[in-house]
């Protein structure tokens, strides 16, 4: 049973936030600046920008156009646009592996979500004030270790996406984006500044845009190829489901512009912010959740004021998991609204806790059902791999595809307001570099 009525953003700028934010990930805060300073500073900033010009910004333009045409969730939107390009209703298959892959990654994105609760509330009560690296490491092992922590952070986490989601796309996406990436970037603008009174802050600068080109080499490129394309939230069908609830007047490629610069420069902030403190506390930069979790904690319990910057910090990081995970419910909530029955509350009410089960499972690996499960993999890694190396890339490759390949050339440059050069460049781009760029992302992966 499809309904009619469909939502629509209220204005262009709101959903740039909405767009951003879901671009805006914890992967951001620590991954891309780690990625920058290990890579070359400035020089992986310029191959990074040139792949995500090249592959994520036509993807997300190509996603964004199929649900504006579409009006609808992702799996409905293929299968029409498909259909009134003469192209068999196959092609649905790509907004099915979106829906999934969205739903999937939800389900453990939720459990670090419910870290970074936990650690927000461990850094107001004081839990990280003068321990060493031995207590801080107790501290995140002893929660990983605990089935019941765990699940009540997963829990308490969920209940707020589904909140905001069940409200619908103004009151609940748009009113949740106004308020918390606002205040992700004042939070963001407060943090670097303290970075300035460190006495590190020129080595974090020079870390992160001191051109080493001698670091580039074809694992840095795929690097920043990867990370282009994921870090724009592309083959999850939350571009095509955030793109339905487009007016027909918004300028797709100057607005996916606008949130690509945004996203980049957020995340160099968030390494303005980190790597000072870092420095200035002689912590080692290592990469990945104990950069966040361990090593951060260890320099805020040691600090003057680390009680006041280890809150701020870890509400930036809640934030950001927030903001990213409503958009992630947001193809699943959609695609159940308009195929089935329920309302738009009842949808996120069913498919939250549809990801929320099977986070539990995903969070248990940590600890009971910590034995491999599948191809030497507990639920956790498992979820991770099959989605970031399998779906997300095969998604987007299908998505970039059909755009490229089988839409009519004319009805894509008058929709995007192309011609001459720019739509020569468009359709160079869409029908080679972006699909082989993804393919090259894939291959990589395995």
Known sequence: MSKTTHAQWSSRFSFILAATGSAVGLGN????????????????????????????????????????????????????????????????????????????????????????????????????????????????????????????????????????????????????????????????????????????????????????????????????????????????????????????????????RTVVIMDTVIALGAGLAIFPIVFANQLDLASGPSLIFVTLPLAFGNMGGGLILGLMFFLLLTFAALTSAISLLEPVVEFVEERTPLSRSASAVVSGIGAWALGIAALLSFNVWSDPVLFGLGVFDLLDKLTSKFMLPLTGLGAILFAGWFLNREGVAEDLGLSGGKEVLWVALTRFVAPIGVAVVFISSL
């Open 29 to 256: 805060i620590w991954k891309f600046p780690y990625m920058v300073g290990e890579s070359g500073g400035a020089a992986f900033v310029l191959v990074y920008l040139l792949c995500i010009g090249l592959i994520g910004l036509p993807i997300l333009v190509t996603e964004w156009m199929i649900g504006r045409r579409g009006q609808s969730n992702p799996v409905n939107a293929m299968a029409s646009v498909a259909a009134k390009a003469g192209q068999p209703k196959v092609w649905a298959l790509v907004g099915v592996a979106g829906v999934i892959g969205a739903f999937l990654i939800l389900s453990f994105y939720s459990v670090i979500g419910g870290w970074s609760l936990y650690y927000t509330l461990g850094s107001v009560t004081g839990d990280f004030s003068g321990q060493d690296a031995d207590g801080i490491g107790a501290l995140f092992s002893g929660m990983l270790a605990s089935p019941g922590l765990l699940l009540l952070w997963h829990s308490i986490f969920m209940l707020l996406v589904i909140g905001i989601v069940a409200r619908g796309v103004t009151k609940g996406l748009e009113g949740a984006v106004n308020v918390l990436m606002p205040a992700l970037a004042l939070l963001l603008v407060v943090l670097v500044g303290y970075g300035m009174t460190t006495g590190h802050f020129g080595e974090a600068l020079n870390y992160l845009f001191n051109p080493d080109w001698s670091a580039l080499n074809g694992e840095v490129v795929l690097a920043a190829l990867g990370h282009a394309f994921f870090t724009l939230s592309l083959g999850m069908g939350i571009m095509i489901a955030y793109g339905s609830y487009l007016g027909e007047k918004v300028d797709l490629i100057k607005t996916a």
